[in-house]
């Protein structure tokens, strides 16, 4: 390419850049405009609007022609949304922490960079920190594609009068790192229980002799192999995410140890009001019965019956009495719509308990 070809591309660019800055510049200061007549009307309750982000998003999808693939696309978007949502209202997320999770991970890309994530030790200080008002929303972990479903998160909706607000779908890609110059060197292995099954094999055949570790996150595997390269012990590595090796101090000696190419992990966004429609939902509910012959039949058969999609059901044990279960269910649909209104109604004649845990759109990307 000449330099007069190069120029006049650059210069374009340049002219783009322009439009693009002033473009989103108009976008914020309607976001200002919105944030000033709530003011006005008294209405300060519902800044984040989980229902209107997501259609926005879809829009923005469905929109793409490419080069950028549609998940690039829709992270620029929602960047823009979440600075343009802090000149409303400066929002805070609790997530499960320490910092570098693949719950923050989450997190962030769900609300972007503005809002203030805010790292707590435990799944269930999440939940308490949410309930408390202490924070706007909160991000938790509830399956992994490969290792099933995380029965503390369900275990806490059972007292909670949180609501699900949104689902977040995060591809989990697993790195080794620690502070060696070679593999060999590693002789324990710490990770979180679900990344050390996830990575299994790797470890089978590339450190098969080493200590597996489990600890509460994969976060704080970073910061046990830190904290041992600091008092001298470099025997010990870390299964976590890329941000996690920058933030600790770490090298990445492998990347991508997990067996399961596709290895993706679903969250939720907890919160304390429930989103709207959408027309892209889902619906998730505890329902308990009695132990009695054919009494799971008889929950799903209100579904089946209006063709209603089941996509999960989960089981865990009441705690109330010997072999008595909650079940966990999440279905295609808003509770809002006629269908489901009519099947939530029939489960409550057929049911001892109905608890609606949230009506939410589903993930986009």
């Known amino acids: 390419m000449s330099d007069d070809a190069l120029r006049k591309v650059r210069e374009n660019i340049d002219r783009i850049d322009r439009q693009l800055q ?4 108009e976008r914020a200061k309607c976001a200002c405009e919105v944030a000033r007549i709530k003011q006005v009307e008294g209405d300060t309750s519902e800044y984040y609007r989980p229902e ?14 490419g080069p950028l693939e549609d998940e690039a696309m829709v992270r620029l978007f929602r960047e823009i949304m979440s600075t343009c949502l802090h000149l409303q209202h400066p929002m805070s997320v609790a997530y499960l922490g320490p910092q570098g999770t ?29 309930e408390a008002g202490s924070v706007h929303y909160g991000v938790v972990p509830i399956e992994n594609s490969t290792e099933g479903v995380v029965n503390h998160t369900l275990d806490l909706f059972v007292r909670s009068p949180l609501k699900i607000c949104s689902e977040i779908e995060l591809r989990i890609h697993h790195n080794l790192m620690g502070r060696q110059a070679d593999l060999g ?36 595997a970073a910061v046990r192999s830190a904290k041992d390269a600091a008092e001298g012990r470099l025997d010990s590595a870390a299964i976590a995410g890329k941000d996690a090796a920058g933030i ?30 959408s027309g ?10 009695t132990n009695k012959s054919g009494a799971l039949v008889r929950l799903l058969e209100p579904l089946a019956r209006r063709g209603i999609s089941l996509s999960r059901i989960e089981s865990r044990p009441s705690h109330q009495g010997t072999w008595e279960y909650l079940f966990f269910v999440d279905i295609t649909g808003h509770v809002e719509d006629d269908k489901v209104i009519e099947a939530i109604n029939e489960l409550e004649k057929e049911t ?14």
């Open 280 to 289: 892209h939902d889902k619906t998730s509910l505890m329902l308990a019965t």
């Open 352 to 365: 001892t308990l109905v608890k609606v845990l949230g009506s939410y759109p589903k993930a986009i990307i």
């Open 102 to 130: 693949f719950t923050e991970a989450a997190a962030r890309k769900h609300f972007g960079h503005a809002v203030e994530a805010i790292p707590l030790a435990g799944i269930d200080a999440v939940f308490r920190e949410v």
């Open 185 to 220: 060197d590693v002789h324990k292995v710490y990770g979180h229980q679900m990344a050390l099954a996830q990575c299994r094999n790797w470890l089978d055949t590339h450190l098969p002799r080493a200590e597996r570790i489990a600890v509460s996150s994969n976060a704080e």
């Open 22 to 25: 002033e473009l989103i510049t």
């Open 52 to 65: 209107r982000e997501a259609q926005v998003l879809e829009t923005v999808r469905k929109r793409n022609q």
């Open 248 to 277: 600790y101090d770490l090298m990445i000696l492998a990347n991508n140890i997990e067996d399961a190419p596709d290895n993706t992990t679903r969250f939720l966004v907890i919160g304390r009001s429930s989103p709207k429609r």
